[in-house]
């Protein structure tokens, strides 16, 4: 794991970008195409921000994302899919080809529909975040490590969930879905790249396990020592515990 320590929030995400950029730019000029995996949520807004304004043929990319809430409306303020549009896929003009979660589908048959799909797509790059339970995607501790579905449904944690409303996502916790659909752990690790951006001090301890606790399936986030090629991005605050 290579692990970058910037100053503040918006250095971490100039530096994420860069590096997704770079590696995107890789991927179309050797094998033509990229498929990637794009990550939500507060923690992404300066790495998208940066990503979106960078010189890539979008037309020849490809993406996935991480999660979705089950029966969460798309205008909800923090439906996923509502996110990825005004956050990415507008700012691009829907340039590039995307497969969204539908989390007002059957979850069960959603989770098989967009499993067959990413199984024809390699995955190139994936931008993902850690939550403050550790969590990678929504896979909550104790995460399954072990299944090979691409996408399965998770129960969510009363941690995960008061990070979500703690975000300003809900008015309430009792608000916040209780069940998600998300990217299993294996198939996040199947990605020839991964891209961490974990800003922010309430990530701290998060962090500090992700780099020195055992792995294990309570602190989902340190599975990632063992991706051969993982470059986590954190600023001063996250990077605290370390």
């Given at each position: 794991?290579?692990?970058?320590?910037?100053?503040?929030?918006?250095?971490?995400?100039?530096?994420?970008?860069?590096?997704?950029?770079?590696?995107?730019?890789?991927?179309?000029?050797?094998?033509?195409?990229?498929?990637?995996?794009?990550?939500?949520?507060?923690?992404?807004f300066e790495?998208?921000?940066?990503?979106?304004?960078?010189?890539?043929?979008?037309?020849?990319?490809?993406?996935?994302?991480?999660?979705?809430?089950?029966?969460?409306?798309?205008?909800?303020?923090?439906?996923?899919?509502?996110?990825?549009?005004?956050?990415?896929?507008?700012?691009?003009?829907?340039?590039?080809?995307?497969?969204?979660?539908?989390?007002?589908?059957?979850?069960?048959?959603?989770?098989?529909?967009?499993?067959?799909?990413?199984?024809?797509?390699?995955?190139?790059?994936?931008?993902?975040?850690?939550?403050?339970?550790?969590?990678?995607?929504?896979?909550?501790?104790?995460?399954?490590?072990?299944?090979?579905?691409?996408?399965i449904v998770?129960?969510?944690?009363?941690?995960?969930?008061?990070?979500?409303?703690?975000?300003?996502?809900?008015?309430?916790?009792?608000?916040?879905?209780?069940?998600?659909?998300?990217?299993?752990?294996?198939?996040?690790?199947?990605?020839?790249?991964?891209?961490?951006?974990?800003?922010?001090?309430?990530?701290?301890?998060?962090?500090?396990?992700?780099?020195?606790?055992?792995?294990?399936?309570?602190?989902?986030a340190t599975?990632?020592?063992?991706?051969?090629?993982?470059?986590?991005?954190?600023?001063?605050?996250?990077?605290?515990?370390?």
């Open positions: 794991m290579e692990i970058n320590v910037l100053e503040d929030a918006q250095a971490l995400g100039v530096a994420a970008a860069t590096e997704v950029a770079s590696s995107i730019q890789h991927v179309i000029t050797n094998q033509g195409k990229a498929n990637i995996i794009l990550a939500t949520g507060a923690s992404q790495m998208l921000k940066n990503l979106v304004e960078a010189e890539i043929d979008w037309s020849q990319v490809t993406m996935f994302h991480l999660d979705e809430y089950i029966d969460l409306p798309e205008d909800h303020p923090a439906s996923f899919r509502k996110y990825l549009r005004e956050r990415f896929l507008d700012k691009i003009h829907d340039a590039c080809t995307y497969y969204l979660i539908d989390g007002n589908a059957e979850p069960k048959a959603e989770c098989e529909r967009v499993s067959a799909i990413i199984q024809q797509h390699p995955i190139d790059v994936a931008m993902i975040g850690i939550g403050e339970n550790g969590h990678l995607a929504f896979n909550d501790p104790p995460a399954d490590f072990e299944t090979n579905q691409p996408y998770v129960d969510l944690d009363k941690a995960c969930r008061m990070q979500q409303y703690g975000e300003g996502w809900f008015n309430s916790l009792a608000d916040v879905p209780k069940q998600a659909i998300s990217m299993s752990i294996q198939q996040i690790l199947k990605s020839k790249k991964l891209i961490v951006s974990v800003p922010d001090e309430r990530k701290a301890a998060a962090v500090g396990k992700a780099i020195n606790a055992p792995i294990s399936n309570q602190h989902p599975i990632l020592r063992e991706h051969q090629d993982c470059h986590l991005f954190l600023d001063k605050a996250s990077a605290s515990q370390r």
